[in-house]
């Protein structure tokens, strides 16, 4: 049941909590789905990735969560974005366009 | 941060309610993908399976969000330590063997490290005390080195070259201090004006001696211990400059010694003193007068100049002895001088006991280790399952781990803490069970890096064996355990619980050997026939003040003076109900006090200068013989009329009539001393025991006290009672008062007291060695009835099979026994093949008993297969009993 990519996720998935997270709150499974949405199905958050990262970006001052209504009317957790937060995907988001792009590069020279 | 801060609050204190809140929020998850799931066109239950199954494990994904929480270290801690108390809880047995195991090792060598590090290892409690040696004559001819004449000091002092300072001490003055109330005995010692500076002691209150006072007239001065200062003065802090009324003479006191100060000594140093209340100048003569030369009373101390070896005092003291052998003949012609470092003369008698008491306790250490290892290793198999389910179910090998060594801390912390409160308990009770002439004795207090240590190897024990069951799961699949069941237990661990076993028998065996030899030993030591009575024997010491000191001169005045007090106290004493007999002695048996005198045989030829017959004399008075139970084997003891006004004198001991007349009868013969008077023998009487019930006894000859120049002044009275002797002695005390109130009383002690502190060494050596083997055998006998048990629990159902197709109970029984039979044996082999090798190390402590002890090396076998047997009976018989239905569907 380990999770496939860890290590690959390890930076990359706060970055997808983040942008998930930008427009709106959301719950768990909200979360996962629109980063499988975004990413074009290329990246599924498993519940054993996703809580801990939630868990532990909320102990940062990333994310804040209160308690709400689901669209099926069942009691769920939403997240949202602090100012921290948004700092903090601002940040990334410059750092990972950097990196792809360097990446990038680096796979096109010969 | 702050955000970091209020989550640890919140994680810690609101833990409940943070836990509430993550299973709800997951259960959240999987009924929102469920729906989804629904919206699909899944079958509601098909939904919900699937959203469980994408979830992967509802507790894998709380403990993964737990580890992330800020303070998760600490909260896993918790959690594994209450799992730990909880599996422990659940049994108890287990838990109880290994924690006392782990708590008597750990005690027993922090109490027995703590004594031999206080006696052996700790340094002298002196300013560099490596370079403080003692000196002593040695006779050339013998060898036997004793104690110095001042004069032969005072010349080594002046021709040594080696020696910063050499100081000496005469520990024989006494003084009663007449003060108000009862005359008090104070134990005092003469000592030249360097010694305490010798040894680097400051005064704590008041100064040192002054060299000028080292002067005979001019030592009218005393310094004070700081223990007689609190005591018979109250710690007043006016006394120095006082004057003192002691011996009925003024003496100043000048300084007071501070309260750590210890004159470390051994037992036949100062005559069973260990301490003294009052110390004056030694005031040597300068030069001191030739008979000086002749009496041997001082004890030599010395500091070695910076960098000079031992070696090379000792050739400069050789040199010293060269010339005053050739100086003074008639009394230096055999003598010679050994330098021995103060450390290796103190302990030096010691050393074997005590290396032997920790080697035992070391191997108590191993076996309660291979007891916990045995014991971990059996839960280790136990929870196989467990462990493999855990591991099946998501567990990380770390998270393991740590719980397993969470466990392991757990007993150990436990075992160390006990351990801990039974040294701390022990070590006081222990120093006061010590025998009284072990040296330093008084010092000792618990080692704490003793204690550290032993804890140290005994948690890691606990905590190597502890993981174990990690170890054990390292190549087998989660699968493979679970559908065994648990059984099958790896070939390698089974024999390695074997080994452990073996190794336990094998070194309780060593020690049941050596316990074995010490007690024989001891036993044949108490059964030694002292040579007189100790039943119903009352002893006590009297000291005279000096008025009745009859110096030098034989006959005067003085003299008659301490026959007509030993005559009238003798005569109130038998006045007392329940007394049958009394008499004095100056030197009662088996207290290794000793005085010499060389003497001359009538109508033998006269030796030549420097060669002496010698033995040692008791003076004693009429009755002496009667009332210790001495029997006079030939003519006749000494009454009344063997006095100052009679014919001298004189009965030996049996030792001394073979050793000079051989088969002849030597009563009615004759000998004198240095003087012209001849003596007749008028008796001989049988060897009393005097130095020990372990050393033979030697030429001894006995004088009538009203017939001994230079007499001893502190005399024994010996009291023969028909009642018990302790029921005499505030009469005794009564009588003494009234013959005369300033003569103070004390070392009262019935001969059974005074026999039985001869051997305390002996039975505090076996007494303990003896403790630590059965509890080695104990322990050892746990180990194999804990693996006989598992192995038992482990084959149910192969002895279910044997005895369905036929196997009688017998059989089965048989089967358990002789495997525990031959663990047993091995170890039995190779625990004789061991002692073989150590007895011969304790030869030096044992008393009429050969190392190879036929019946002890026999006995303890036997002894040990039979506890073995029991071990290994209880659950074998279960075995047994077993139905072996039942057993067949165990499982």
Redesign the interface.
């Known amino acids: 049941?380990a999770d496939p990519q860890p290590e690959l996720l390890q930076g990359t998935l706060d970055l997808l909590i983040l942008k998930a997270l930008a427009l709106e709150a959301r719950?768990?499974?909200g979360i996962s789905r629109r980063i499988a949405q975004i990413t074009n199905g290329t990246f599924e958050v498993?519940?054993?990735?996703l809580?801990?990262?939630l868990?532990?970006m909320?102990?940062?001052?990333w994310l804040v969560s209160s308690w709400g209504e689901?669209e099926?009317n069942?009691?769920?957790?939403f997240y949202r974005l602090t100012r921290a937060g948004r700092k903090q995907l601002q940040a990334e988001s410059e750092r990972w366009e950097r990196i792809s792009f360097a990446m990038a590069s680096a796979l096109r020279a010969t | 941060m702050i955000g970091r801060i209020r989550a640890l609050c919140r994680n810690v204190f609101r833990g409940e309610r943070v836990e509430q809140e993550l299973d709800e929020e997951i259960r959240g998850y999987v009924e929102l993908t469920a729906a989804e799931n629904m919206r699909r066109g899944l079958a509601p239950g098909d939904a919900m399976l699937a959203a469980r199954r994408d979830l992967g494990g509802m507790d894998q994904v709380k403990e993964r969000v737990r580890d992330v929480r800020t303070g998760a270290a600490a909260d896993t801690l918790i959690r594994d330590l209450r799992y730990a108390l909880r599996a422990l809880a659940q049994h108890p047995g287990f838990a109880t063997v290994a924690v006392v195991t782990l708590a008597l090792g750990i005690g027993a060598n922090t109490t027995i490290f703590t004594v031999v590090s206080g006696v052996l290892l700790k340094p002298l409690p002196y300013r560099e005390p490596d370079r403080i040696v003692t000196l002593w004559e040695r006779q050339l001819s013998s060898g036997i080195v004793g104690t110095v004449a001042p004069a032969n000091f005072y010349d080594w002092r002046a021709g040594s070259r080696s020696f910063d300072k050499m100081a000496a001490i005469d520990p024989y003055p006494d003084f009663i201090l007449n003060g108000s109330g009862e005359p008090r005995r104070l134990a005092g010692a003469a000592v030249s004006a360097d010694f305490f500076s010798l040894f680097g002691v400051r005064m704590a209150a008041g100064r040192d001696f002054l060299p000028e006072e080292d002067r005979p007239g001019h030592n009218q001065v005393v310094i004070l211990s700081y223990a007689a200062w609190m005591s018979e003065f109250g710690g007043r802090p006016d006394l120095v400059g006082k004057a003192l009324r002691l011996n009925d003479a003024n003496y100043t006191v000048v300084g007071i010694l501070p309260g750590n100060f210890w004159l470390v000594s051994k037992a036949s140093d100062f005559q069973s003193r260990t301490r003294f209340d009052i110390w004056t100048p030694l005031a040597l003569a300068s030069p001191p007068p030739e008979w000086q030369r002749g009496t041997h009373p001082l004890c030599v101390y010395a500091r070695l100049k910076p960098g000079i070896p031992i070696a090379r005092a000792q050739a400069d003291l050789d040199r010293i002895a060269a010339n005053l052998q050739t100086q003074y003949p008639a009394d230096d012609k055999d003598a010679g001088i050994t330098a021995v470092p103060l450390g290796r003369h103190v302990v030096g008698d010691v050393r074997t006991a005590l290396a032997t008491l920790m080697a035992a306790v070391g191997m108590v250490l191993l076996i309660a280790c291979a007891n916990i290892g045995n014991l971990l290793l059996s839960r280790a198999a136990g929870r196989r399952k467990e462990m493999a389910l855990r591991v099946a179910l998501g567990a990380s090998r770390g998270r393991l781990a740590r719980q397993l060594l969470t466990e392991g801390m757990v007993l150990a912390a436990v075992g160390c803490l006990l351990g801990s409160l039974f040294a701390l308990a022990a070590v006081p009770a222990l120093t006061r069970h010590l025998p009284a002439d072990l040296p330093r004795a008084a010092e000792i207090a618990v080692d704490w890096r003793a204690l550290l240590f032993t804890s140290l190897i005994s948690a890691a024990t606990g905590i190597v064996f502890g993981l174990v069951p990690l170890w054990q799961t390292r190549r087998v699949s989660a699968g493979d355990a679970l559908r065994q069941g648990g059984r099958g237990i790896a070939a390698g661990q089974s024999r390695l619980r074997g080994a452990l076993i073996v190794g336990q028998v094998a070194a309780a065996l060593v020690l049941l050997v050596g316990a074995g030899l010490m007690a024989k030993s001891f036993w044949k030591l108490i059964r030694v026939s002292p040579g007189f009575r100790t039943g119903h024997i009352l002893t006590a010491r009297l000291s005279l003040p000096p008025r009745y000191a009859n110096g030098y001169a034989f006959g005067t005045g003085k003299h008659r003076l301490i026959s007509a007090f030993e005559r009238d106290l003798l005569d109130r004493v038998h006045g007392i109900p329940g007394v049958a007999s009394a008499a004095f002695t100056a030197y009662l048996p088996l207290g290794g006090t000793d005085n010499a005198w060389a003497f001359n045989i009538e109508g033998r030829p006269v030796k030549p200068p420097g060669v002496y017959d010698m033995t040692n004399y008791r003076p004693v008075s009429a009755g002496y013989f009667e009332t210790i139970g001495i029997p006079v084997l030939h003519g006749r003891g000494f009454d009344a009329s063997d006095d100052e006004d009679h014919a001298l004198v004189v009965a030996i001991n049996q030792s001394m009539a073979r050793m000079f007349w051989g088969r002849q009868n030597p009563v009615g013969g004759r000998l004198r001393f240095s003087g012209p008077e001849w003596r007749t023998i008028v008796g001989v009487v049988g060897d009393a025991h005097h130095k020990g019930l372990d050393a033979a006894p030697t030429p001894e000859m006995y004088l009538p006290y009203a017939q001994v120049p230079n007499v001893e002044l502190r005399p024994t009275i010996v009291l023969r009672t028909a009642v018990e002797p302790a029921s005499v002695v505030s009469a005794l005390r009564k009588a003494v008062a009234g013959v005369d109130p300033n003569v103070p009383i004390d070392e009262i002690a019935s001969m059974k007291e005074l026999v039985s502190g001869s051997v305390g060494q002996a039975r505090f050596r076996t007494a303990v060695l003896a403790a630590f083997a059965l509890l080695a055998v104990f322990v050892a006998a746990i180990g194999l009835y804990g693996v006989m048990s598992y192995l038992v629990s482990q084959r149910t159902q192969e002895f279910g099979i044997r005895m369905a197709v036929g196997a009688s109970r017998g059989d089965v029984l048989r089967l358990v026994l002789g495997q525990a039979a031959k663990l047993a044996a091995i170890g039995i082999a190779l625990g004789l093949a061991a002692a073989a090798l150590v007895v011969r190390l304790i030869a030096s402590l044992l008393f009429n008993v050969a190392p190879f002890d036929p019946a002890t090396l026999a006995g303890v076998p036997v002894l040990l297969a039979a506890v073995a047997l029991l071990a290994g009976y209880i659950p074998a018989r279960r075995a047994a009993r077993a139905d072996p239905m039942t057993a067949l569907r165990y499982e």
């Open positions: 049941m719950h768990g499974m498993k519940a054993g990735s809580f801990p990262a868990h532990r909320a102990e940062a001052g689901s099926t069942r009691r769920a957790r």
